[in-house]
């Protein structure tokens, strides 16, 4: 079985930054690329960034990037996203997903088998 438990939303003033933590189990994190997708009110579950298990190689939404950066600690099993110079469009709640290794398409949400519980993060103007 595969856990995902998001924390770190919050409200933040436009401008400001959030680091968002996913811990994944074990299996999670030893097998599975990783992504962040977001959800924000009557829209569709959107990607945001993903990292390979293998490699490290990084991807993101082109409306986050050089704003928005993924990480991992081994160490911990976690995966963080570090959010700076936040937009009220950034508003939305963000979920952590598990991907088998090495996925096509990987910025599709059908492409993950596993989810977190999500995280709400609110962006004031």
């Known amino acids: 079985q595969v856990q995902l438990v998001e924390s770190g939303g919050g409200l933040v003033q436009a401008g400001g930054s959030l680091r968002l933590s996913c811990a994944a189990s074990?299996?999670?994190?030893?097998?599975?690329?990783l992504g962040w997708f977001r959800q924000a009110p009557g829209k569709e579950r959107e990607f945001v960034s993903a990292?390979?298990?293998?490699?490290?190689?990084?991807s993101y939404a082109d409306s986050v990037k050089g704003r928005f950066t993924i990480s991992t600690d081994h160490a911990r099993n976690t995966v963080y996203l570090q959010m700076n110079s936040l937009k009220p469009e950034d508003t939305a709640v963000y979920y952590c997903?598990?991907?088998?290794?090495?996925?096509?398409?990987?910025?599709?949400?059908?492409?993950?088998?596993?989810w977190g519980q999500g995280t709400q993060v609110t962006v004031s103007s």
């Open positions: 997903a598990a991907a088998a290794a090495g996925s096509s398409y990987i910025d599709y949400p059908t492409t993950y088998a596993y």
């Open positions: 990292i390979r298990w293998s490699g490290g190689a990084t």
């Open positions: 074990r299996r999670a994190f030893s097998t599975y690329d």
